[in-house]
């Protein structure tokens, strides 16, 4: 019994070693504990602050989580370089996730003044938005960019923004000025309307689409 229970507590200590529950940082590498760790629990990071994994309350000026985001970061600037779970609150925020999988893709809110993420399903809210693949969901702002999109994209007070995809559409773009390089299912409604192949018209004001 005795070696059972030691066995049982060595492997908790293996499983458990490179997580911690509380990480403070000045600036990496001065932090507590290492940027090697995992984070289940609270970050604050005074100037810039680092770890693996990440799930529970980031705070800080600049956070970084070289793996997987689960929860909520509030800060500057917020990064997160695989799959992000949550949201991510602050002047720029940062995603690196590109997988579409629906088991490993992007799923949440990016409030900011500019946003970033690859392949995110959920809400971009701020001065600019881009999605370097594709984008399911809403992306509000003055101007949003995704490869492809999946829901809407639309301005400032609806109408001023621009609103670019550079691949395909299926859904709405509403600003002043809208660009598709194709129309699957849907519009755009504006002052100038461009869908590059497959509109109703290649420019057209007001209402151009493809159904």
């Known amino acids: 019994m005795k070696k059972i229970i030691a066995i049982a507590c060595v492997a908790a200590g293996t499983l458990f070693a490179d997580t911690t529950p509380v990480m403070v940082s000045l600036v990496t590498p001065v932090q507590v504990p290492s940027r090697q ?16 994994e990440f799930t529970g309350l980031d705070i800080g000026v600049i956070g970084n989580a070289r793996r997987d985001f689960t929860g909520l970061a509030v800060g500057g600037i917020n990064v997160a370089a695989e799959r992000l779970y949550g949201a991510q609150v602050g002047l720029v925020n940062w995603n690196g996730n590109a997988d579409t999988s ?17 392949s995110f399903c959920g809400l971009q809210d701020g ?21 492809d999109v999946y829901g809407m994209q639309c301005g400032y007070y609806i109408v ?3 609103n670019v995809a550079g691949g395909a559409v ?9 660009y598709a390089d194709r129309m699957e299912r849907g519009c755009q409604i504006g002052i100038v309307n461009i869908i590059s192949q497959n509109g109703w018209l290649p ?6 689409g493809s159904f």
Request: with cysteine.
């Open 170 to 178: 299926s859904g709405c773009q509403i600003g002043l000025v809208n």
């Open 37 to 52: 760790y995992d984070v289940t629990g609270l970050r604050l990071s005074l100037i810039y602050g680092e770890c693996q």
């Open 203 to 208: 420019v057209c004001p007001i209402l151009n």
């Open 160 to 162: 001023f923004g621009v």
């Open 127 to 147: 001065f600019v938005n881009i999605s370097g693949a594709s984008f399911t969901g809403l992306q509000s702002s003055f101007v949003n960019y995704a490869h």
């Open 102 to 118: 629906w088991l490993r893709r992007s799923v949440g809110a990016q409030l900011g003044l500019l946003n970033y993420a690859e």
